[in-house]
């Protein structure tokens, strides 16, 4: 009789000891799954603002190549303003033409 009451507390322990592991492991698993859960929203989270910047990206990339090209555009234009601004002499002065010519027209410039 005493081998079986020894015996029984010894399955009784067992069965303690199996049932703390148990609830440990089941523990363990309830919390890897929340922490599952927050990694996969915290990985969705980081999509839409990956999303977002990349399109935050292009439109100002768009904004940068019309600024760029509305700039080149204004020193085109000033260019050919100070083009006008500039007075040419006609094509019958030259350094090779007779002295006359030229002093009738840049006479006529400084009157």
């Known amino acids: 009789m005493l081998w079986f ?3 029984l507390s010894r399955l009784q322990r067992l ?4 049932f703390n592991s148990i609830d440990m492991l089941s523990t363990k698993v309830q919390t890897m799954i929340a922490e599952k859960r927050f990694m996969e929203e915290q990985v969705k989270a980081s999509k839409r603002q990956n999303k977002l910047l990349v399109m935050a990206l292009a439109k100002q990339e768009g904004h940068q190549a019309q600024i ?4 080149s555009q204004m020193n085109r234009s ?3 303003q100070r083009k006008q601004l500039v007075l040419m002499p006609p094509l019958q002065v030259s350094p090779f033409a007779r002295p006359e010519e030229a002093a009738n027209f840049f006479g006529a410039m400084i009157d």
Do not use: F, P, Q, R
């Open 68 to 71: 760029e090209d509305a700039i």
């Open 5 to 7: 009451s020894d015996e």
């Open 78 to 80: 000033h260019v050919e």
């Open 15 to 18: 069965k303690e000891e199996g």
